[in-house]
């Protein structure tokens, strides 16, 4: 596609359930982040993907949040055990050029 | 590690210029970049400095210094609808982000 596309763009979720957040990057980007972002506050890195090499997973709360990258595109956020405070969104950005990270529009993440 | 300091908040009037200050230490650097977001929506790329100098771009200009660890983003003929968060990142081996500044405009 044109942009950078995330899916689901709504989750509503219980306590305790796990919960998979979805980043299709741009063809034939070999960067890929993902970043959280509370309301009103900054962007917080998560964790980086850049070719074949092994991912900076050093923005990662908690042993409850994992990602992965298959075959260089998608890429998919995984966080279990959901607790409210990881309600926020959910923002991923790709790029294939030393510049202009372009970033999905962002899966808003409710835990009730 | 990064450490990226920029206002919380400025205001400025319609038409006029107003000035956005980034200052941030890394122990490695590899570009400068400024986002531009509106409230619920998500950023969008506005400028990129990876040398010493000023950056024109329309309405909008991107200044760095390497060696202050200094950016500004300098806003022209200011709109209403830029009234926006202004983020501030940097990149060593991976792109961080400020906490932003949010810039109202007003009549």
């Known amino acids: 596609g044109a942009g950078v596309s995330q899916s689901p763009s709504n989750k509503v979720t219980e306590k305790g359930k796990d919960v998979e957040l979805r980043c299709d990057p741009i063809?034939?980007?070999?960067?890929l982040y993902w970043y959280r972002q509370s309301l009103g506050q900054g962007l917080e890195f998560l964790i980086y993907?850049?070719?074949?090499?092994?991912?900076?997973k050093s923005g990662l709360p908690s042993d409850r949040f994992s990602a992965e990258r298959t075959g260089g595109s998608v890429s998919t956020l995984t966080i279990q055990r959901t607790q409210q405070e990881d309600s926020a969104v959910y923002l991923c950005?790709?790029?294939?050029?030393?510049?202009?990270?372009?970033f999905g529009s962002g899966t808003r993440l409710t835990v009730v | 590690g990064q450490n990226i300091d920029q206002p919380t908040e400025m205001t400025a009037t319609e038409g006029a210029i107003v000035q956005i200050n980034c200052t941030y230490q890394?122990?490695?650097?590899?570009?400068l970049f400024w986002y531009q977001q509106h409230a619920g929506e998500a950023p969008t790329f506005l400028s990129y400095?990876?040398?010493?100098g000023l950056e024109e771009k329309g309405r909008f200009s991107s200044f760095l210094s390497r060696s202050k660890g200094y950016s500004y983003l300098l806003l022209k003929e200011l709109q209403m609808k830029d009234s926006a968060s202004y983020l501030c990142?940097?990149?060593?081996?991976?792109?961080?982000f400020g906490t932003g500044t949010k810039l109202q405009v007003i009549p």
């Open positions: 950005a790709s790029s294939g050029t030393d510049y202009g990270y372009t």
């Open positions: 063809s034939g980007h070999t960067a």
């Open positions: 993907f850049q070719g074949n090499s092994a991912p900076d």
């Open positions: 890394t122990s490695g650097f590899n570009g």
């Open positions: 400095n990876v040398l010493d």
């Open positions: 990142a940097v990149r060593d081996q991976k792109v961080t």
